[in-house]
Nanobody, 119 residues
Framework: QVQLVESGGGLVQDGESLRLSCAAS????????MGWYRQAPGKQRDLVAV???????KYADSVKGRFTISGDSSKNTVYLQMNSLKPEDTAVYYC?????????????WGQGTQVTVSS
């Protein structure tokens, strides 16, 4: 099994910044992708940013130029630096990882962390 532990959410004002962190632990052979999705009330869960071993970082159009995803492979950790936050960024942010343990690949999710941006 693999566990994802998120941190860094909170309440900020329009234009401010936050940094999310997500650390993976458990039975990990290789992490093929790791990143962030978000879900606002009444909406579906959407991709925010992800780093893949094959293609590098990818971003949703709505966050390009404002958010930066980075990773530390030695710590199995991914970060999301969120700058120039807007009220429409308010959502629960979920860490995601595609992990190959020593048997097969699985998709894993964190418990979610709330990000609230007030106007």
């Amino acid at each position: 099994q693999v566990q994802l532990v998120e941190s860094g959410g909170g309440l900020v004002q329009d234009g401010e910044s936050l940094r999310l962190s997500c650390a993976a632990s458990g039975n990990i052979f290789v992490i093929n992708a790791m990143g962030w999705y978000r879900q606002a009330p009444g909406k579906q869960r959407d991709l925010v940013a992800v780093i893949t071993r094959a293609d590098g970082p990818k971003y949703a159009d709505s966050v390009k130029g404002r958010f930066t995803i980075s990773g530390d492979s030695s710590k199995n950790t991914v970060y999301l630096q969120m700058n120039s936050l807007k009220p429409e960024d308010t959502a629960v942010y979920y860490c995601y990882a595609a992990v190959h343990d020593y048997n097969l690949q699985g998709d894993y999710w964190g418990q979610g962390t709330q990000v609230t941006v007030s106007s």
